[in-house]
């Protein structure tokens, strides 16, 4: 879905290219406003409403324009579901560009003067002229995609979430709308004894959330990797919803990649029709095309793998329900192999984001210093980041911190966009039930002990479908979806590493053609696995070689 608000008149922006055919557009006094056939509009004399993305409710732009109409901004921006708005009131005339408060919606914003672009695709923000952010290309060899209110580009920010931007007699004002999710005292002490799990309740929640995402779709289909996740999503569709949905697994020949076995017992024990994809080294081919479903790099490697299902799966299903933020939202740090644990986590916002970047940084110490250094950004700036997002939770404990930042981080920036923007791209909807708000605000409900006893081991999802599915499902350990990049750059996908990396100016010119040049090398020899950063480089490189103002600088 795209999303586009702009100044028609920008006389110092003649060069700008033409947009794609709009599904539906509306021009007033000197801003014009687009929305492709994803969209939904809703227009009355009174006012407009476009909405990029879904409410809770199922009401769409014409829901969300009554709760303005009878609440007032504030009301609209607070409303349930993932979504990036433009309220058009033509009595008061006001501009609203909204963004919703969990941080699902994804929007641009790019000003100079009275002119301004507002946009749900980067992409249509990057005109001529724009150049490389070093800051957001830090960012993202960090995080693996550029957090807010960073963008990969100078001169373009992402505005926070629950932002809203009023342009009224010409000028842009900004405020923030705070509608996070009430939780729960957080004090907690070792001796306290463990409360039942909420599973029915819960239950109902996770139900809900899928009989609403999924209504009136005949074409249904679902990822399934035998976790307990996409398993969960399996038991509820089948047992408490009645439906059979076609599911997709991605399997590979290198051992320990490889699920399809787990997926196929969930699938034959529910009585699944059951289609495994094969994902190979030559697939990577699609790379080019991949990287336009995405308005900002993100280099989540299983966007990969995701992208050969949703192609599959594009010519049987309308809608996909997948299993993405199980982990950020019910797993994550709580887990039977991690040794966090919440007693001994630092109280300190920075100290807590060391802790967590050290854990899933794509690059080590000196090699993130490195790069740092080239890019002339300060070593400390991911920290800083997601510092500040753990002091808005600063009262509460390190693993709440931890797990509230998932939220705002990951879970939106990462899993949620690859897979909407991946299967969206393919021409199909989609379902992530645990990233339902009302999911999320469950969960932040419930009390500490409450909520930790249900995140250890995902003892809450386990509880739930014990008993619907074979005992090797629900005691088999995490698997961590990879893809075997490792093993692929230096045999089959050696050459073309090399080809993208070494020999294209755009990767090579950013950063320091020795650093990027060694990095490949040591990959080579074996020295050291750097698959993950430079998955994330030659994702970098396709997506900006798509940029037709990169491709002719």
Known sequence: MTLLVRTIRLPERDDLPDESPAHWSCVVDDVEIRADDRCSVHETAAGVCVLDGWLCGGEGAAGLYASYQNGGIEAAVSRDGHFTAVVLDRVRHELHLLNDTGGFGHAYLWTSGHQFGYSTDLRRLAWNGISL???????YLAFQYVPAPYTIFEDIRRPQPGTVITRRHGRLSERHVDHRPPSADDLIGESEEPEPLPTEPFFEVLTTALRERTADVERLGMTLSGGIDTSTNAVLLTRRLGRRPVAYTASFAEAGYDESDYAALVADHL????IVIPVRPSDLHVLPRLVRDFETPNADQAAFATHLLATAAAERCDLMVTGEGGDEVLGFPMSPSDDIHWASLPGDSTALARLYLNRIRLADETLHQRFSKSLDVPADL???V????YE?????SGLDRLLFGQWRTWLTEGVYMKDTRVFGGAGMDTALPFADPRVLRFVASLQARARYDALDG???LRSG??????PSILTRAKHKFWIPFEEWFRGPLRDQLHDSLLSRQIISDTFEHDIVRKLVEEHDDNVSDHSRVLWSLIFLYFWLDNLPSMRSQ
């Open 458 to 460: 995902k003892e809450l």
């Open 271 to 274: 009585g699944l029709e059951h």
């Open 392 to 396: 808005e939770h600063r009262a509460r």
């Open 386 to 389: 997601l510092a500040g997002i």
């Open 465 to 470: 479908i014990r008993g619907h599915l074979p």
């Open 382 to 384: 991911p920290v800083r």
């Open 133 to 139: 952010s070093h800051e957001g290309m830090a960012l």
